[in-house]
């Protein structure tokens, strides 16, 4: 089955082994040949990742003579779903979200009968916390790529970067880049790891042309340039892990025939949703989505996503196919579905993980190369 938005020789899996090959650890993957190439000329190495800020969102948003439109740069996708819970760890790992089992913001625990939010931890339905620590971490958690670095090289400082969520985190874009900064300043080789929540953020609440994206992103840009030319001895890999698009809803309690055939809400993501449907509703469930929903989704029947290696280009794992129930619907074109238990709650603006371009289309920006 031909089916492929995401480059197999290039995307977010394949830069992570980059990162592997550049320390001579064994690769998951074939690696990334630019990023090879600007990888092995360097002892310091930053890589950045901004939530969200996708080659057509650098297009729109970025200033002309940003050095995210100056600097070379290595075209690349990412994975599916595109979306922060399945591309970040795709990239963190070096394995695709087959791999992982990190395949959407909520997925189904069956031995809990409960659809959770991986990253918050948090039950879907009842918006309950979940006790203990986080259940993906503790059930399906690994090394990094960045944690065998370490543990390979005590000689390399090895560092992340992260928002105010965890322990010891910036609390605002400013401390954000002073924190990376103050790290810079230690000499020696290094190897870092600097996630940032923006543009995604704003995006969902705003949309993707908004004037205040436009501002954020400019701002970003200023900060990103000021800290690349402090440390004209490091290498600034730039990256995201998805785009993002102004998107139009279908909410599926609106179409009670066909909300009836499931045995619970889709789980993963409105743009790359996951149905468990109920037993003998097969038939029926599929000629409602094709006459309500067809021209809008690409259907698979969980049978076929290895076949057609919508999860990546490698078998699945069982950390992924736990989470499958019987069918895939990935949006094509501006569509979502939606679905909440609280109604004053109100959809994004902005979203992604569906396979269009705006969403899948990437960059690595090289500075300092």
């Not at 931890?121 to 979940?130: L, S």
């Not at 259940?135 to 370490?150: Q, T």
């Not at 953020?201 to 200023?222: A, N, P």
């Amino acid at each position: 089955m031909s089916f492929h938005p995401m480059n197999k020789h290039s995307n977010l899996v394949t830069a992570a082994n980059s990162i592997l090959k550049r320390y001579k650890i064994e690769q998951f993957h074939p690696s990334l040949p630019g990023l090879d190439d600007a990888l092995k000329m360097h002892t310091r190495i930053v890589f950045i990742l901004f939530d969200g800020l996708s080659s057509e969102i650098i297009k729109r948003h970025a200033p002309r003579r940003s050095k995210l439109k100056t600097s070379p740069i290595i075209k690349l996708t990412s994975v599916i779903p595109a979306t922060t819970v399945a591309a970040t760890n795709a990239f963190l790992r070096g394995q695709y979200p087959a791999e992982t089992g990190y395949l959407g913001w909520t997925q189904y625990f069956s031995d809990l009968d409960r659809r959770i939010e991986v990253f918050p931890n948090k039950d879907a339905d009842t918006n309950e916390r979940i006790k203990g620590p986080n259940i993906m971490e503790k059930r399906y958690g690994g090394k990094s790529v960045f944690d065998l670095v370490a543990a390979k090289y005590p000689t390399v400082r090895v560092k992340e970067v992260w928002p105010g969520f965890r322990p010891g985190g910036a609390k605002t874009e400013k401390a954000f880049f002073n924190q990376i900064d103050e790290e810079l300043n230690i000499p020696g080789p290094k190897l870092m790891y600097c996630y940032w929540v923006e543009p995604d953020s704003m995006m969902h609440v705003r949309g993707t042309k908004s004037l205040r994206v436009k501002w954020q992103i400019r701002k970003m840009s200023k900060r990103l340039d000021d800290l690349t030319n402090k440390h004209e001895d490091t290498l600034f890999v730039i990256l995201a892990d998805h785009g993002m698009k102004n998107v139009k809803y279908y909410d599926i309690s609106d179409n009670q025939p066909f909300f009836e055939t499931l045995k619970f809400p889709f789980t993963l993501e409105g743009r790359c949703a996951m149905f468990h449907v109920k037993d003998g509703q097969h038939k029926k469930f599929e000629q409602l989505f094709a006459k309500h929903y067809g021209e809008h989704f690409r259907l698979f029947k969980t049978e076929e996503l290895e076949d057609a290696q919508v999860f990546g280009y490698c078998p699945i794992s069982e950390n992924a196919s736990v989470f499958f129930g019987d069918y895939l619907a990935i949006a094509k074109d501006d569509y979502s579905f939606y679905y909440s238990s609280d109604p004053k709650k109100k959809p994004l603006v902005g979203h992604h993980a569906g396979i269009t371009p705006e969403e899948m289309n990437l960059q690595l920006t090289l500075i300092n190369n």
